[in-house]
């Protein structure tokens, strides 16, 4: 495993990091979920991000559960807020109010005193940037939050978060967007704006949910059981990039990966860590033995040459409006 900073902050966090969205809670079982954590620890793993929203708070007390009794001080825990948990006016947004009572549920559920990095999972128009900032801020004075970080903000966020939060003397040290060879509208802003201001990248989805691991073939059904066919997460996020053009050229890169001694997901996680802004990819596993592959990613350098024959078969397929950014 190898490591990397936090934007720049003194966090180290590894390369590739361990994620629950819709594995944990919901879509597999939890003495699987268990091993898949067991595995990611194997690996050399210690950033473990997750959200209070994802399975409806369950992927928190699953993430708990399964790491309750490794050393705390070896781990990062991630976790997010936004989203709504519950059905009151004030279970939802960046309020101080839920963003206060949000982190002690999450800490409940996590099994921990302390969250090493709070992130913001979306940017809340309807509540004052200050009042949010403020909020995060006096977590972290209380010593239940180390480091504070946004996620799918757009680069203008980015900037006027940045200011508040240095003014309150608790920077913003990242950023979680969708990234990945196919999903690219964080380059030409985001980046930029975030190199800045010192925040680094945890890019999720650097898979494109699956589909850069060159399992599904441009017409034929998706393999059953895969997250193609999952009715209750799955199915949804990926259908975008169910597209005979899209497929057939993730088969095109097989051959790239191959004179590398990779797979096409092992090289879709090596490509989004070539860019020096990320400090991590995500990854998720519905099977211990996904962890195990993917990892191999790590430490793996392309040169140029390798870079622009990705993008010759990709051509004009990659996503790269910045306006496409999710907030």
Not at 184 to 193: F, K, M, T
Not at 259 to 282: E, P
């Amino acid at each position: 495993m190898e490591f990397r900073r936090l934007g720049r902050s003194g966090l180290s966090i590894s390369e590739i990091a361990y994620g629950n969205w819709i594995t944990h809670g919901s879509q597999v079982e939890e003495e699987t979920a268990a091993q898949c954590v067991r595995a990611a620890l194997d690996a050399g793993i210690t950033t473990f991000d997750t959200a209070d929203v994802y399975a409806g708070t369950r992927a928190e007390a699953v993430l708990g559960r399964a790491l309750a009794g490794q050393r705390r001080e070896s781990l990062e825990i991630f976790t997010k807020v936004y989203f709504p948990t519950g059905e009151g006016p004030n279970d939802r947004g960046l309020g101080r109010k839920h963003v206060t009572e949000s982190c002690h549920a999450s800490l409940r559920r996590l099994q921990t005193d302390y969250l090493d990095l709070y992130q913001a999972h979306r940017f809340d128009p309807t509540t004052p940037l200050e009042e949010t900032m403020s909020a995060f801020a006096d977590l972290v004075r209380q010593g239940k939050v180390l480091y504070v970080g946004v996620s799918e903000w757009s680069a203008e966020q980015i900037t006027q978060g940045a200011e508040l939060a240095r003014e309150l003397g608790v920077p913003l040290i990242s950023n979680q967007p969708q990234y990945s060879m196919l999903w690219r509208v964080i380059e030409s802003q985001v980046v930029p704006a975030s190199e800045r201001e010192g925040l680094g990248q945890i890019v999720w989805s650097p898979l494109a949910q699956g589909a850069l691991t060159g399992k599904y073939l441009p017409g034929q059904p998706p393999p059953a059981g895969s997250r193609a066919t999952d009715e209750n997460s799955g199915k949804d996020f990926i259908s975008r990039w169910m597209r005979d053009d899209v497929l057939s050229a993730v088969q095109e890169l097989k051959p790239i990966a191959s004179d590398l001694g990779l797979n096409t997901g092992q090289l879709a996680l090596a490509w989004v860590l070539q860019n020096s802004n990320v400090s991590a990819a995500i990854i998720g596993a519905s099977r211990p033995e996904q962890v195990a592959d993917n990892v191999q990613a790590c430490g793996v350098v392309l040169e140029q040459d390798v870079l622009d024959r990705i993008d010759a078969v990709l051509g004009d397929l990659p996503q790269t409006d910045p306006r496409l950014t999710q907030s």
